[in-house]
């Protein structure tokens, strides 16, 4: 069964202060997996792709990394606009006709200045 | 350009009440979503259509229909709700085919009283 899980639940960091949320994954079959964000009473707000193992893209203080089993997204000195939910997903194929993204439950970050 | 639209943005419905709720994108995208999200479980696909003309049932499509209108257009519909439908429902729309990001509307806030 393909499931993605996320971690940590919620972070608080400092402005300036970096790290890192954790995205594992079972699927079968990579077809890509997904970085979005989520701020309060939006919808999820695309960040990323990454297509295979050692892939790496960046966007402002944010970078994703892949690896065969986890992706990372890494936040070099965070600023409180950064504060939101960032949500993992893996497009499986859900049957012959075609495929949709499986969500972990995201991490919700907070940044205080 | 409008991306994704839903309506209503916010309902309160009573138990047994109907009501269909509206997504339309204006992307020419073939695939379309349906999501809900609720704290702690995450997103989760209700259901979702392919290609105009098709649909077919995701993780939790009890208590639900669907229409795929046309190209741009796929209503949910709630035949006699229940206070476990209480949710955000989120429309997505992408690219057929595989590695391709689902663009999400703005969500519908649902309480079944």
């Known amino acids: 069964e393909d499931q993605v899980t996320q971690s940590p639940e919620a972070l608080r960091l400092q402005e300036g202060e970096s790290s890192s949320l954790n995205c594992s994954y079972t699927v079968s079959g990579l077809r890509g997996l997904f970085w979005y964000r989520q701020d309060p009473g939006k919808g999820p707000e695309f960040l990323f792709t990454?297509?295979?193992a050692g892939e790496e893209k960046e966007k402002e203080r944010l970078k994703a990394t892949l690896t065969k089993k986890e992706s990372f997204l890494h936040i070099t000195a965070p600023k409180p606009e950064d504060s939101a939910t960032y949500l993992c997903a893996v497009q499986a194929r859900i049957n012959q006709a075609g495929t949709a993204l499986i969500f972990g439950k995201g991490t919700t970050l907070s940044v205080s200045s | 350009n409008a991306g994704v639209t839903q309506t209503p943005k916010f309902q309160v419905l009573k138990t047994g009440q109907s009501m269909t709720l509206q997504c339309a994108q204006d992307m020419n995208h073939n695939s379309m979503y349906w999501y809900r999200q609720d704290p702690g479980m995450g997103l989760r696909l209700i259901y979702y259509s392919a290609s105009e003309g098709t649909t077919d049932k995701g993780e939790v499509p009890n208590g639900y229909n669907v229409s795929r209108l046309n190209k741009r257009e796929f209503s949910l519909r709630l035949e006699s709700a229940a206070p476990s439908q209480t949710s955000v429902y989120f429309c997505a729309s992408s690219e057929s085919g595989k590695n391709t990001e689902a663009f999400f509307g703005q969500g519908t806030r649902l309480t079944v009283v």
């Open positions: 990454l297509y295979s």
